[in-house]
């Protein structure tokens, strides 16, 4: 991985382990979408799960759930994150977790050794997502699944929007994330394609939402945190100010009104 992408990377898990504890009840829309990953994956023995970027454990312990696995390994850079997830993983018996602390790119984790991969909200932060699939591929044995679920194309467009008309303007950084986040259908499947996968099945989910603003922002301050790290305070209050003032602004009755996409893809690696 070359240095910036690495740096970027460490601050994307530093700002995931600042704010693990309110992770779970800031993104519940996530936990959802995690539910019907999982509830769409094909009735089989799955003896081994690799849940990368696992987080909290969300996704591992819904897989848990429905297909009682032997062993879980989770894979995440943010050991705050981490952290939670053992807290959750105390109270399971019958299956053996381990969690280990290191990026998508750089998993100690044996090729060829997973039933199934899984990888849940994290794809947008993984600088080079192609080669991610390719890792995440190579884990898996022969006749094995992939499992993924990202932000989708036109995620929170309005949200952008805002930001971009924001005068003094915002970094440029902060709306410049969505070009890199979101994930179109086609995009997915060449992704796919080019680490060997067979797409099964690959759609997205669009929702309309109403948000009160300060929930929204404080999802934002969540998932986002590390995109203002080492910026001035009174810089830093300027901008949350200005942002709040415009959604409300533009806000209804019911919050701020926003699109959310998610893109969900399941495939199989050739038996
Ligand atoms: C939004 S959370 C999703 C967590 C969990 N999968 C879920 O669905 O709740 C994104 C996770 O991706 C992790 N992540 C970020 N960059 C990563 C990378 N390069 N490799 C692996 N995981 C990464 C973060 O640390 C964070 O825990």
Same mark, same amino acid.
């Given at each position: 991985?070359?240095?910036?992408?690495?740096?970027?990377?460490?601050?994307?898990?530093?700002?995931?382990?600042?704010?693990?504890?309110?992770?779970?009840?800031?993104?519940?829309?996530?936990?959802?979408?995690?539910?019907?990953?999982?509830?769409?994956?094909?009735?089989?023995?799955?003896?081994?799960?690799?849940?990368?970027?696992?987080?909290?454990?969300?996704?591992?312990?819904?897989?848990?759930?429905?297909?009682?696995?032997?062993?879980?390994?989770?894979?995440?850079?943010a050991s705050g994150m981490l952290d939670v997830f053992?807290?959750?993983?105390?109270?399971?018996?019958?299956?053996?977790?381990?969690?280990?602390?290191?990026?998508?790119?750089?998993?100690?984790?044996?090729?060829?050794?997973?039933?199934?991969?899984?990888?849940?909200?994290?794809?947008?932060?993984?600088?080079?997502?192609?080669?991610?699939?390719?890792?995440?591929?190579?884990?898996?044995?022969?006749?094995?699944?992939?499992?993924?679920?990202?932000?989708?194309?036109?995620?929170?467009?309005?949200?952008?929007?805002?930001?971009?008309?924001?005068?003094?303007?915002?970094?440029?950084?902060?709306?410049?994330?969505?070009?890199?986040?979101?994930?179109?259908?086609?995009?997915?499947?060449?992704f796919l394609d080019s680490a060997g996968l067979k797409?099964?099945?690959?759609?997205?989910?669009?929702?309309?939402?109403?948000?009160?603003?300060?929930?929204?922002?404080?999802?934002?301050?969540?998932?986002?945190?590390?995109?203002?790290?080492?910026?001035?305070?009174?810089?830093?209050?300027?901008?949350?100010?200005?942002?709040?003032?415009?959604?409300?602004?533009?806000?209804?009755?019911?919050?701020?009104?926003?699109?959310?996409?998610?893109?969900?893809?399941?495939? =199989?690696?050739? =038996?």
């Open positions: 991985m070359e240095e910036s992408a690495r740096a970027r990377a460490q601050q994307v898990a530093a700002g995931f382990t600042e704010s693990a504890s309110d992770y779970e009840g800031a993104v519940r829309y996530n936990l959802d979408g995690v539910r019907r990953l999982v509830a769409a994956l094909p009735e089989r023995d799955y003896s081994e799960l690799l849940d990368v970027g696992c987080g909290t454990g969300w996704s591992a312990l819904t897989f848990i759930a429905r297909f009682g696995p032997r062993r879980v390994i989770g894979v995440d850079p053992r807290e959750h993983a105390q109270k399971l018996d019958d299956v053996e977790i381990d969690l280990i602390e290191a990026d998508v790119m750089n998993m100690p984790v044996e090729p060829e050794s997973a039933d199934a991969v899984i990888c849940t909200m994290a794809m947008h932060w993984f600088a080079d997502k192609a080669g991610a699939v390719r890792e995440m591929a190579a884990r898996l044995r022969p006749g094995g699944l992939l499992a993924v679920l990202a932000g989708g194309e036109g995620v929170e467009a309005e949200y952008r929007q805002l930001l971009e008309s924001i005068d003094p303007p915002v970094p440029a950084h902060w709306p410049a994330l969505y070009d890199t986040a979101p994930t179109s259908e086609r995009q997915m499947h060449g797409a099964i099945d690959v759609w997205i989910e669009r929702r309309f939402r109403q948000t009160p603003v300060d929930d929204f922002l404080e999802r934002m301050r969540v998932v986002a945190s590390h995109l203002s790290e080492g910026m001035d305070t009174d810089e830093l209050e300027g901008h949350q100010r200005r942002i709040r003032e415009a959604m409300l602004a533009q806000a209804g009755p019911n919050g701020f009104e926003y699109h959310f996409s998610k893109l969900f893809a399941i495939a =199989a690696k050739p =038996a």
